[in-house]
């Protein structure tokens, strides 16, 4: 039979039939020229938000594809202030929410694409999203991802919605250097929530569940940055009239593994000979270049923010600290993503080549919602959910 032919079921994930068969269907997709390992479990990232399902597609006995879904509550784009119909939201009172899904995990075996199998996922996990009351659907891809963007826009009803950056940075043999000018401090969860809550609820993409994303087993730490010489006090908002500013680190080590493929070998030798110069002679902090060719590990900087004229270099100073935990936890990079016109954007160190263009799409799946979120001018900041990375 020819392979249009073929009759392709779409079904939930059972973890006890199809983890293998699935582990092996992402191997063998590259997403760029990016591989992800699942490390034997692939609803580890999606596990971590509220609500979340996954789905395959099968010809036969094979797993020809696969989806992935969450839902949550999240602070609206185009916010109508003291929108009273958000009063049991969990995020303030003023802030107009949504409940917003989100699709990931996308693939579809190289043999069997072109054939609708693709869009038959998307169609079957908006079922459930629309079952399970999600206002709004959306999905990161890269923007040179024809294939992917291509699926969401000109056949799904998705639009073009928001272009933030992907910021990477390697992670270098030798420590680097932390600003002396800046102080930094590890916050407790309490104390971060209550950051978050008062200064970033009105971000488009805030979660109302922030307290259990700061709270994961995932997460390492928020830490503040302040001038060098200003005191913090717990259960304070910083000063509004000094610098300052603010990150969370979030382990996707333990999640999944991701490996750069099809890099010559000179590129790879050459790469290894920085991080064999860079290890012996620590003091001269040779910028090396990460071993990325084989499975390697991310932590991901989230709820990046500031105020202040010295923001920025307390985002830089920040960096650096996440830079020296990464290290010791053997992250071969550590990433961040931002809007596009984020103003802190300057103070994220991070290597061009290593720094995809990224591309979020959004469908509104009801109308029942005053305004239309998918029409909303961007703001200067989003806020980036570290789950959905
Ligand atoms: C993206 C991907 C899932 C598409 O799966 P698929 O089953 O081939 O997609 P479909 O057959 O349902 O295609 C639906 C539409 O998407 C677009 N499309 C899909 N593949 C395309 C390609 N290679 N080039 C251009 N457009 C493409 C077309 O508009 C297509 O409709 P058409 O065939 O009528 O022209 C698949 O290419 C894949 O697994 N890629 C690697 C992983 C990845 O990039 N995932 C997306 C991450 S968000």
């Known amino acids: 039979m020819g392979k249009g032919f073929q009759v392709v079921v779409v079904r939930d994930y059972d973890p006890n039939r199809d983890l293998r068969r699935v582990e092996e269907l992402e191997k063998s997709c590259e997403v760029g020229s990016l591989v992800v390992d699942l490390m034997g ?49 969990g995020v303030s009172p003023e802030i107009s929410t949504t409940k917003l899904a989100f699709v990931s995990g996308l693939r579809v075996s190289t043999f069997y694409r072109r054939m609708g199998i693709g869009l038959k996922l998307v169609h079957r996990l908006e079922e459930w999203f629309r079952l399970n009351g999600a206002v709004y659907a959306y999905v990161q891809t890269e923007n040179d991802n024809t294939a992917s963007v ?13 272009t933030p950056v992907f910021l990477v940075n390697p992670v270098f043999n030798h420590r680097v250097t932390v600003s002396r000018r800046v102080k930094i401090v590890k916050l407790d969860p309490s104390d971060a929530e209550s950051l978050y809550r008062h200064r970033f609820s009105s971000t488009e993409f805030f979660p109302s569940d922030i307290n259990s994303i700061l709270t994961n087993k995932l997460s390492l730490g928020t830490f503040l940055a302040l001038p060098r010489g200003s005191d913090y006090v717990s259960g304070y908002s910083p000063d509004p009239t000094g610098s300052w500013a603010v990150i969370s680190i979030w382990n996707s080590k333990d999640v999944y593994r991701l490996q750069v ?47 202040g004229p010295r923001a920025a270099e307390m985002v830089e100073a920040l960096c650096s600290h996440a830079h020296n935990i ?10 961040a993503e931002v809007a596009c016109c984020e103003p802190l954007r300057v103070g994220i160190p991070h290597w061009k080549a290593l720094s995809p263009e990224d591309l ?10 005053g305004v239309d979120w998918t029409k909303s001018t961007p703001g200067l900041s989003v806020f980036v959910d570290p789950r959905e990375i």
């Open 326 to 335: 990464a290290r010791k936890s053997g992250c071969a990079v550590v990433a």
């Open 150 to 162: 291509k699926l969401f826009t000109e056949k799904s009803g998705y639009s073009k919605y928001r």
């Open 360 to 369: 979020w799409c959004l469908k509104r799946l009801r109308d029942n919602d």
């Open 41 to 89: 479990d692939p609803l580890a990232r999606i596990r971590q938000s509220p609500s979340f399902h996954m789905l395959v597609a099968e010809i036969g006995n094979e797993i020809v594809g696969m989806i992935r879904g969450t839902i949550k509550i999240v602070t609206r784009g185009g916010n109508a202030l003291l929108d009273p119909r958000s009063k049991d939201d």
């Open 261 to 307: 493929q099809g890099t010559s070998r000179l590129k790879r030798t050459l790469a290894k000979t920085t991080r064999v110069l860079d290890g012996a002679f620590q003091f001269l902090k040779i910028p090396s270049f990460p071993n990325l060719f084989k499975p390697f590990a991310m932590h991901f900087l989230y709820g990046i923010g500031g105020e």
